[in-house]
């Protein structure tokens, strides 16, 4: 589709967000800091990309942090890991063109200089651009794969979800519907708990911050609850976990309710929930899924146009919103997708 | 192959151990008591069976406990519920006949009337009367239908199993070993540690009550545990969990080191273990797989046949020593399956 992208007020110079300090638990305003350097030129294999949209992800606070992870760690001093929304303004690299638009490990910044192995998705589906960095983003693609492949909702299934108005947990909720499953958001306001039902296909919703939520969920999931997609972590789970199905599956996606992990917090032992109710727990991290990514966006742009699904992106403006994001989204201040728009 | 029972000292009676209070945690000598009562009659449908051996099994904490489990709990006053090996008296059972070797729910009594719902094998392999308590019981059983369905461990992989000399451990490290997995078993002293080695096909052996683990576990498995069979829960599976390979498995079969369920004890928070090492942690209830169970006999005996696979029976003589049988089970007494041989 043809898009109107708005022109940088600074199209000479690479404004950037730097990581300057390395940050016990959730990434901090302070932790950031502006700079400006020059529009980096692309060695032979890169492309030149200018961003358009930054995505703020709750997986950056791993990525800043010095902890033990999945990914090696920001180096203090350059620019924040991210994914974000571009255009290739100028290609070296076989298989992109100038004009094309992709969707990759960019990072806080104006421009980038990449190789193709930081393109996660060349955008190629007729969404506005937006979406490709929500819908067709890890968080859409995370509640896809991770929903589809592990949590396995069947027909009549019991499905309940954390974070369930999020960037991930919103899509869970649609696409579980979808296949038929009875869908259960926990989310932390009314305002969220009514976004649930009205726009995201819950069939009910708890406000787990005012309602006694082991019984509500009893009363909600009487017969227990068959697939439990978890954003959270933390004493929302283990009260979920005792009220699973026999052979119900738990899919942890994400920790977003443990403010930080050095030193190790302590639960409740949940090793005999998983043995007598024999669950199946299983984690999931979108960068091993790589291979699927393509035809989980094709699904989902599909779902999309058939009016299946819907997506909502909480946009903010100016490169200067993003040192902010992080922390806002471990706030639960957002709704939808969190996206800094490149002004 | 023919086989060569022993005559009962008191032919004409049945001799039961009755649940006669509710045990807190592993329920101990007192929680029984010996009770004489006439031999049952079999009504249409049903067999009588004569009980060979007793077995103990750590599973009949869970069943003689009041708290929610897989199986209603035994009722006060009435026979333990175990399982036993018995020889077939008399037949109004479609399928049965009267000589036939049967392995199943006849409780710790001489005697029992049963449906055939209450037998899980009829034994038709040629092995000894022991072995069909053990290899083909349901700790032979699940050791092979945990790790090959769930824990499925490949060439090369390294595979962790607790109570690695146990009843279920032993045969978790022969099998394991016998699917080309490097094998470490975890046991709780010297002894067993060299029967890991000498009997069970271990590659290495610790003995967490002496050792570090955690620095002798990395030790022995540099590259970190694909896949971990874990029979103790608390701090061993804890720390184990924490040398996970990326994508392993956890096998959770059993919690025998927590001694009590009332109230949950704490341990320290595993979710974020389970996303970013991206582990599948599953529970395994023999009950589930029983449309498996005679297959899975066929390969065992097969086994151990071709000489792939040993095993090694404690008996004791006599049905007053069933009270004591379980506590001994969860002090670590026993090497092997305990049997209790009626006399």
Redesign the interface.
């Known amino acids: 589709m043809p898009r109107d992208i708005p022109a940088l007020s600074h199209p000479s110079r690479n404004r950037q967000v730097l990581l300057t300090s390395r940050p016990a638990g959730v990434p901090q305003p302070g932790d950031f800091a502006l700079a400006e350097s020059d529009i980096p030129r692309p060695d032979p294999g890169q492309m030149l990309v200018r961003n358009i949209y930054l995505s703020a992800d709750p997986a950056q606070r791993?990525w800043a942090s010095a902890e033990?992870?999945?990914s090696a760690p920001v180096p203090l001093g350059g620019p924040m890991r991210a994914l974000a929304v571009a255009q290739v303004v100028e290609s070296r690299a076989e298989g992109f063109e100038r004009g094309d638009f992709v969707y990759g490990f960019f990072g806080w910044q104006d421009y980038a200089s990449v190789a193709p192995d930081a393109v996660l998705h060349r955008i190629v589906e007729d969404v506005p651009l937006d979406a490709a960095g929500s819908l067709l983003g890890i968080n859409g693609v995370t509640a896809y794969l991770a929903l589809t492949k592990l949590g396995r909702p069947t027909v009549g299934d019991t499905l309940v979800v954390s974070t369930a108005a999020g960037s991930v947990g919103s899509f869970v909720g649609q696409i579980g519907a979808s296949l038929g499953a009875r869908t259960i958001g926990l989310t932390g306001d009314d305002d969220k708990v009514r976004r649930c039902i009205d726009s995201y296909g819950y069939a009910a919703a708890i406000n787990y911050k005012t309602a006694d939520l082991a019984a509500e969920l009893k009363a909600s999931a009487p017969g227990g609850v068959n697939v439990y997609y978890?954003n959270t972590?933390?004493t929302i789970?283990d009260t979920v976990l005792r009220q699973m199905a026999?052979?119900g599956r738990v899919v942890?996606?994400?920790?977003a309710s443990?403010a930080s992990?050095m030193p190790?917090?302590?639960?409740?032992?949940?090793?005999?929930e998983?043995?007598?109710?024999?669950?199946?727990?299983?984690?999931?991290?979108i960068f091993?899924h790589m291979a699927d990514y393509d035809a989980a966006c094709t699904d989902l742009a599909a779902m999309w146009r058939a009016g299946t699904i819907t997506y909502h992106s909480d946009i903010s403006y100016g490169i200067d919103t993003a040192p902010g994001a992080i922390a806002a989204l471990y706030s639960g201040a957002n709704t939808g997708k969190k996206l800094i728009q490149i002004t």
């Open positions: 791993g033990a992870n999945y978890d972590g933390g789970l026999v052979a942890q996606c994400g920790t443990v992990w190790t917090p302590t639960g409740p032992r949940n090793e005999r998983i043995l007598t109710r024999r669950l199946v727990w299983s984690g999931f991290v091993d």
